[in-house]
């Protein structure tokens, strides 16, 4: 009695009211300070609501949580399950695990709401060992009529991957509903065993939404298989966001931006998510123009975005060159306070050094207080690419001094930059080191840069012994980077070697007998000249046809190598006109 008539004095207490409420953990704290101000911290019912507005979702602070849980002078059960859900949920399961081997050290008594967060604990931490002392725990306690508990078991088994324990589990209990199917479907799925989810998910004698977005997802992501998941969602009775989503997701990530375009127009509603969705989809497969107009429809639709399609769209920026819309979007960034994290602030430094303003890339580069591989990676290709080689290398070294481990791409960038700045002795050192220091194996991509070197700097027989005694095949880049050397250098003879590479790579399109048809001219070897371009005819092959992009009062141009299309157009060409005339006459 006397502790319901304390439980009773402390709900009406005003401030014990206030943490219903509270939205921060600084109003919590805050009102922490006045109980313990006005003595009113001893009692176990205000504790036990402090330590739940503590470790809510919402204001989880786990510290300061358990500085309280400390105080406490014989914490109950409650108080215990209350910590133990606070640390699953906070992604710390071994505290959580801790404090329940704490709770039964002490003889306190464990309850049916201790299990499930517990369980919850061990299926995170893949602690099968664990979690199976547990299942032994609730069997003797008499759980397992609890469908709480039974679904405990049910995710801890599916998360560790043993689907057989699961699956007994699931069979065994009496007392299953929908989120005891969905977990068994659910773990079937992540093993990747769809033929079981669909004998499950076919016997289900009712299914939700998440029930059909799982079996989409599986196909989808485990087996890749969108037509079946297509199916399904057509079949699906009632078609959430998330799904709609899903399906999106899907078709983007195979490059199939037609099908996703198409649900994304017939889409009842949107949300950032699918916005984010098809702007990425198209910047990540070669369609920025696109990435960005919808990146425009989505704000002028008063969506605010999310990092995914700030990415996206800066993505797209540095694929187009556009600086002007790429700083607009930096800014927009600083105004509607999106978090500017390590990969937000390694994609801009790509578009500002791809869009050639390298004072700014240096700027965010040098600002930011934690830098990876992939950060320094993207500062050496860009300082490379603009010429920067020295830069760049003094870059691989103070990456060196910090000792962020090296991988195969940032030898690639330093080998670019290398090569793209004339700094042939450097690079071929840094190549030798790869192996002989790093023990990491040089791949295709690091012998095609290293050929490059040697080829800008006229070692063209090096050059072709490096690609005669590599330890795989060459391929069409790297031959066409030592035929285009040998244009730059006038080397016939080894010319007409590279073109027989690219022969027998069945390789050898209308760009390869363009390019041997203008080293022969320039050898002034006329009747080798003509015989390519009379060949060329005869098999019909035809020069591709050029296209450029180029960014006009922050809007995208694309122009077509013969055609005109408007008036901007005509006046380009009439410019264009006037710089030729201008170079005749001087």
């Known amino acids: 009695m006397k502790t319901l008539a304390a439980a009773k004095f402390s709900l009406k207490n005003p401030l014990v009211s206030l943490l219903q409420i509270s939205k921060t953990t600084t109003h919590i704290l805050q009102i922490l300070a006045q109980l313990?101000?006005?003595?009113?911290?001893?009692?176990?019912?205000?504790l036990s609501?402090?330590?739940?507005?503590?470790?809510?979702?919402?204001?989880l602070n786990m510290d300061q949580a358990e500085r309280l849980f400390n105080q406490i002078y014989q914490p109950n059960t409650y108080m215990h399950n209350t910590m133990i859900r606070g640390y699953t949920q906070s992604s710390n399961p071994q505290k959580a695990l801790s404090f329940y081997v704490n709770m039964k050290r002490k003889g306190l008594l464990v309850d049916n709401y201790t299990y499930p967060f517990v369980l919850k604990a061990c299926g995170v931490l893949m602690g099968l060992v664990e979690g199976t002392e547990i299942h032994g725990e609730v069997v003797k306690m008499g759980f397992l009529c609890d469908v709480f508990v039974v679904n405990g078991l049910i995710g801890m088994y599916s998360k560790c991957g043993h689907m057989g324990c699961a699956r007994s589990v699931f069979e065994g209990s009496e007392i299953k509903d929908l989120v005891s199917?969905?977990?068994?479907?659910?773990?079937?799925?992540?093993?990747?065993?769809?033929?079981?989810?669909?004998?499950?998910?076919?016997?289900?004698?009712?299914?939700?939404a998440i029930s059909?977005?799982?079996?989409?997802d599986g196909y989808r992501k485990k087996k890749g298989d969108i037509s079946s998941a297509r199916i399904l969602f057509k079949h699906m009775p009632i078609k959430d966001l998330v799904s709609w989503?899903?399906?999106?997701?899907?078709?983007?990530?195979?490059?199939?931006?037609?099908a996703a375009q198409q649900l994304f127009n017939e889409m009842p509603e949107r949300n950032v998510f699918s916005w984010s969705i098809m702007i990425d989809g198209y910047a990540q497969h070669g369609n920025p123009k696109e990435a960005l107009y919808l990146f425009r429809e989505m704000l002028c639709q008063g969506v605010r975005p999310d990092v995914i399609s700030v990415m996206g769209a800066i993505s797209a920026c540095a694929q187009v060159v556009a600086l002007?819309?790429?700083?607009?979007?930096?800014?927009?960034?600083?105004?509607?306070r999106i978090t500017m994290d390590m990969i937000v602030q390694t994609a801009l430094i790509d578009m500002y050094m791809k869009c050639g303003s390298l004072d700014e890339a240096r700027r965010i580069f040098y600002s930011m207080t934690k830098k990876n591989v992939i950060s320094y990676n993207v500062m050496i290709a860009g300082l490379g690419m603009n010429g920067f080689g020295e830069e760049a290398l003094k870059c691989f070294a103070q990456m060196e001094t910090e000792g962020i481990p090296k991988d195969d791409l940032i030898f690639l960038g330093v080998l670019i930059a290398c090569s793209h700045s004339g700094l042939a002795t450097e690079g071929y050192r840094i190549f030798q080191s790869m192996k002989r220091h790093c023990g990491i194996e040089p791949k295709l991509e690091h012998y095609s840069c290293l050929v490059d070197l040697l080829s800008r700097a006229g070692e063209l027989e090096q050059?072709?012994?490096?690609?005669?005694?590599?330890?795989?095949?060459?391929?069409l880049a790297l031959w066409g980077t030592l035929l285009l050397a040998c244009r730059n250098h006038q080397n016939v003879t080894l010319a007409e070697v590279v073109v027989e590479g690219l022969v027998e790579l069945k390789a050898d399109d209308c760009g390869v007998y363009v390019l041997l048809s203008n080293i022969y001219a320039d050898a002034g070897m006329w009747e080798h000249a003509l015989r390519i371009r009379k060949m060329m005819r005869k098999r019909k092959i035809k020069k591709e046809t050029g296209r450029s992009v180029i960014e006009i009062d922050g809007n995208i141009k694309e122009f077509v190598s013969g055609e005109i299309f408007d008036v901007q157009s005509e006046e380009l060409e009439l410019v264009i006109q006037s710089f030729v005339k201008t170079t005749i006459e001087r």
Not at 324 to 336: A, Q, Y
């Open 36 to 46: 313990t101000t006005n003595d009113l911290i001893t009692e176990p019912f205000t």
């Open 49 to 59: 609501q402090l330590l739940m507005s503590l470790t809510s979702p919402n204001t």
């Open 181 to 208: 199917w969905n977990l068994v479907l659910c773990g079937f799925v992540e093993c990747g065993e769809m033929g079981e989810a669909r004998e499950v998910f076919d016997e289900m004698p009712q299914k939700d």
């Open 212 to 216: 059909w977005s799982i079996m989409i």
């Open 245 to 258: 989503n899903s399906m999106i997701n899907g078709y983007a990530k195979i490059g199939d931006l037609v």
């Open 324 to 336: 002007d819309l790429g700083k607009w979007i930096h800014v927009f960034m600083k105004r509607s």
């Open 463 to 475: 050059a072709l012994n490096i690609v005669e005694s590599m330890p795989m095949k060459p391929n």
